[in-house]
């Protein structure tokens, strides 16, 4: 069993960045894969990025490519988004979730993961 907790949301303006960070319970953090999505009011949740179990290798959606960064301390048990250049269309509640890997590579974005953390809000204003 893994819980997730997100934090570091908030209101921004336009080309301002936040951090959310992700803490993580459980002893077995560096066996899963973690990854970021979001969802805004009457669409669908989508990935926003993901990070493999060492953290070496990344990926992301093409929306946020070059203006977010993902990254995790496996010794912290925490994931991490900066998001800088923020845009009014990256306002949503984002989410931290973990899927079990046997292997460190890059999974797709449509895969299925695990535990969910119960989100943060987060507003870009124009």
């Known amino acids: 069993q893994v819980q997730l907790v997100e934090s570091g949301g908030g209101l921004v303006q336009t080309g301002g960045s936040l951090r959310l960070s992700c803490a993580a319970s459980?002893?077995?953090?560096?066996?899963?894969?973690m990854g970021w999505f979001r969802q805004a009011p009457g669409k669908e949740r989508e990935f926003v990025a993901a990070v493999t179990l060492s953290g070496t290798r990344t990926s992301y959606a093409d929306s946020v490519k070059g203006r977010f960064t993902i990254s995790r301390v496996n010794a912290e048990n925490g994931v991490y988004l900066q998001m800088d250049s923020l845009k009014p269309e990256d306002t949503a509640v984002y989410y931290c979730a973990a899927k079990y890997m046997a292997y460190d590579v890059v999974i797709p974005p449509r895969s299925r993961y695990e535990y969910w953390g119960q989100g943060t809000q987060v507003t870009v204003s124009s």
């Open positions: 459980g002893r077995t953090f560096s066996s899963y894969a």
